[in-house]
């Protein structure tokens, strides 16, 4: 049984940091690739970054060069490193393996 258990999630002032980490277990993680979504109050789900499995990275637009997704295969762990944080930001996060199996999901809020 596949599961992806995210953490690092919580409050922080605009402008700040946060590391997202999301640890899967019962699959074989080498083999796929991992994406973040997001998804905002009164929102639709949205892509946030994207990492396959050769270590290749997709960002979507308005991360404008603040986040940086990682994987360590080793460890079996995604990690999304957010810097410059702004209070459009604020949505619970979510790893997903390829779409098809999700955490349960860390809520991220940006706020003064």
């Known amino acids: 049984q596949v599961q992806l258990v995210e953490s690092g999630g919580g409050l922080v002032q605009p402008g700040g940091s946060l590391k997202l980490s999301c640890v899967v277990t019962g699959s074989t993680f080498n083999n796929y690739g991992y994406n973040w979504h997001r998804q905002a109050p009164g929102k639709q789900r949205e892509v946030v970054a994207s990492i396959a499995v050769d270590g290749y990275s997709y960002y979507a637009a308005f991360v404008k060069d603040r986040f940086t997704i990682s994987r360590d295969n080793a460890k079996h762990t995604v990690t999304l490193q957010m810097n410059n944080l702004e209070p459009e930001d604020t949505a619970v996060y979510y790893c997903?393996?390829?779409?098809?199996?999700w955490g349960q999901g860390t809520l991220v809020n940006v706020s003064s």
């Open positions: 997903n393996e390829e779409r098809v199996h």
